[in-house]
């Protein structure tokens, strides 16, 4: 039998604290207390006996019923320490959400200890170039190009203000291996398909293009396409980061490929996909987080599914929270051969 994941009494206690102040405080939850099993049974039995919350009840809730009830909302927007943001995710589901930047910065952080490249590269206060569509970060214009300086905000450089990588022309190409060259980011953030469709540019045209420390895909699931393509320009480590706007930095890969559980700011349930056909190690994504005052989040299903062989021993020698092997995609992309085989 393979070794069990190892979790640190804090993460119990995070685990705890979760579950007590959505039951008690945040409304959407009221109606779970039946389901808790009580103090007498384990964290885990307690947290497999409750409801699973999909995203589409989660967006009937959104964004303000995830906040304790006694937190006032519209002062901590006043003093700016939360604000009211619209997700755009690759899939076109659209949430608003309440954004409390220092979390998500803490989450992120802690995700770097989870892989060697991003522990040692000194990152917290470096420039970042960041290449993905602009519903998602920066600023949106499709209709005439912005500027460095409209695309620069203190350490980062949005290299694209479009909605698509379809409508850059040949210019704005050649504007990004000009600007990767002038801002010289310690790290190129990017969503694996913009980031393939620039790479391919490179490669056709025999251009060089400034190599950051380390290139972080985000935002979408890498094909191996689009990291052929990545890999033939761009020669420094390529990381790949889990989570979501509304989650947090969930998993980050470690250099050896697979993706560890950021264990200090959430916990996840890796539930069985249920259906015949499946394979008996792919597994929907259920992440409660912790020590956000602003979004309580309890069982959130996040759309996701993982292939996990449940094997807890990694080559990279980190042995807390949970390891999957690769992440499979959407829940609503899945699809079927012929024969009746699962397709993630």
Known sequence: MSPQPVFREAYFKNCIK?????????????????YDLGSSYTVDERFQALPILSKDEYKRFSPDCFVPVERDIREAIERGEIEYVITNGISGEKIKILWYQSWWDKTEQASWALNAHTSTAHLGKHREAILTSALCVGVLSDDYDLSFDERKND???YLNEKSSPLLWQKHHFERI???LQRFKPLVLEANPSFLSRFARFITKNHLHVFQPSLVLLTYELPSLFDLQDIRQVFNCPICNSYGSTEAGHIFMECEFGRFHQNTTWCR???????????????????VTTFNNP????????TGDLCKSTKDFVCRCGRQEGLIIDRLEGRTRNLTMTVDGKLVT
Request: hydrophobic content about 45%; overall charge negative.
């Open 18 to 34: 979760t579950l007590e102040i959505a039951l008690q405080r945040v409304p959407p939850y009221q109606s779970w207390r039946p």
């Open 155 to 157: 350490r980062f450089l």
């Open 177 to 179: 291996v000009a600007e």
């Open 268 to 286: 996840v349930d890796l539930e069985p996909l249920e259906l015949e056909c499946t394979s008996a190690d792919i597994y929907r994504i259920i």
């Open 294 to 301: 602003w979004g309580v989040l309890l069982r959130y299903d």
